[in-house]
């Protein structure tokens, strides 16, 4: 194995490893905001260091670019099902209520609150664009973008 892979493998381990034990607490932000660290249960942690440690050893021993482009897409759903997993069991049902329910927050709760056939859809940047709640990516864009 080449050192550029191996230096790929060791750091698909030591990102979310450094993520994980809040060692570099920069990871979480710092330039006028950051997410609060908000440890978690060891056993809930499983699924997503399998889902990493299969797709690191798979990743650096792949050749040819549509094996690694195929690869890498399917990491981009497996690997973020296996990290909210990490916090729910019901990984879709959590999925769904992000995205659909009253509870959530930005662009997806102001898509939610109108009924379908609501006329502020057709004229949406201008009626939105003097709440400040909502923020200026609710503003700028159709709900749900």
Not at 90 to 99: I, K, P, Q, S
Not at 107 to 119: E, Q, S, Y
Request: avoid cysteine.
């Amino acid at each position: 194995m080449s050192r550029w892979r191996l230096a790929l493998l060791l750091l698909t381990f030591a990102l979310p490893a450094l993520i994980l034990t809040d060692a570099l607490p920069i990871l979480r932000g710092g330039f006028g905001w950051q997410w609060s660290y908000d440890p978690l249960a060891n056993q809930n942690l499983a699924p997503l260091l399998v889902a990493l440690l299969i797709y690191g050893v798979v990743a650096v021993r792949l050749r040819g670019n549509r094996a690694i482009m195929l690869w890498a897409m399917l990491g981009t759903v497996i690997i973020p099902l296996a990290g909210v997993a990490v916090r729910t069991p019901d990984v879709f049902a959590e999925l769904f209520n992000r995205t659909a329910s009253m509870q959530v927050t930005g662009v997806h709760r102001a898509g939610v609150t109108l009924p379908l056939n609501d006329p502020q859809w057709l004229d949406w940047t201008s009626i939105y664009s003097n709440r400040p709640d909502l923020g200026a990516h609710v503003v700028n864009g159709p709900p749900g973008l």
